[in-house]
Nanobody
């Protein structure tokens, strides 16, 4: 059974940066599409970014394009989300997710595995 564990969240001032990590255990996720989603208080969970197995294809939500970067390290069985120029509206719980078939989805319905989430709070 694959487990996804996020880390790296915290409190940061607007304009600051954070790097989230998602470590997978149980088996290699190198063939999986990996994604990041977030859920702000009182809102539905939304897509942030995804990266395919070959690292050649990435997709971002318009709200984070140019500020966030998703990457992965097959050797470490991990995926990362570099977040720059953070805004108060980026405040949310951030979740790592995996599509085990390597398919490219931006909808949470397309992901079978989920981590527990890590809180990111951006103060103004």
């Amino acid at each position: 059974q694959v487990q996804l564990v996020e880390s790296g969240g915290g409190l940061v001032q607007a304009g600051g940066s954070l790097r989230l990590s998602c470590a997978a255990s149980g088996r290699s996720v190198s063939t999986y599409t990996m994604g990041w989603f977030r859920q702000a208080p009182g809102k539905e969970r939304e897509f942030v970014a995804r990266i395919n197995w070959s690292v050649l294809s990435a997709q971002y939500a318009d709200s984070v394009k140019g500020r966030f970067a998703i990457s992965r390290d097959h050797a470490k069985n991990s995926v990362y989300l570099e977040m720059n120029s953070l805004k108060p509206e980026d405040t949310a719980v951030y979740y790592c997710a995996a599509n085990t078939l390597g398919q490219a989805y931006s909808s949470e319905d397309g992901y079978q595995l989920w981590g527990q989430g890590t809180q990111v709070t951006v103060s103004s």
